[in-house]
């Protein structure tokens, strides 16, 4: 079985990542959307939370899964059977970054990774950004599929209403 990983924090999850995804599904057997469980990173949604969304937002390949790591990638494909891993680009930046993961993670296993070209109409798109627009008041709503955004919306206002 041709098994991928497609790693990333997904705070939110976006269309930019849902094309590569749906991208990596249409190349590989498996593919195993990996969502960084990292405490020490202030997070606008929880793990389980963009776990649970990305799990509504990958609903539509039957050969996707979502699960949760921590630690090294590396550890996570071999503990999974997982010989790839899946990386979108937007830009050149991008690339310089990407290219040292990856050779770094093939010094530490047998893991390969596949850099997918973003669409174009995603290649400025970051969760980062998202959440800096939808923040200010700005309309996500074509970035981010329509349940994010009513579960963006309800955040900003909750977190709003705390302070």
């Not at 999850?13 to 094309?19: C, E, F, I, R, Y």
């Not at 649970?52 to 503990?79: H, I, K, Q, Y």
């Not at 669409?119 to 349940?147: I, M, W």
């Amino acid at each position: 079985m041709r098994r991928a990983v497609c790693p990333g924090s997904f705070d939110p999850v976006t269309l930019g990542h849902l094309d590569i995804v749906g991208r990596a599904a249409s190349l590989f057997d498996e593919v195993v959307v990996a969502v960084g469980v990292n405490a020490s990173k202030n997070r606008m949604f929880t793990a389980e939370e963009r776990m649970d969304m990305l799990r509504e937002a990958c609903a539509p390949w039957s050969n996707v899964r979502v699960d949760g790591f921590s630690g090294l990638l590396t550890t996570f494909c071999s503990e999974h059977g997982v010989h790839a891993i899946v990386k979108g680009l937007r830009a050149v930046s991008d690339f310089d970054y990407e290219l040292q993961m990856a050779q770094m993670n093939a010094s530490l296993s047998d893991v390969e990774t596949v850099f997918v070209p973003t669409s174009p109409e995603f290649s400025f798109l970051a969760s980062s950004l998202v959440k800096e627009v939808a923040t200010f008041g700005g309309d996500v709503s074509t970035l981010v599929p329509a349940f994010v955004d009513e579960r963006l919306r309800a955040r900003i206002a909750e977190n709003a209403a705390a302070r």
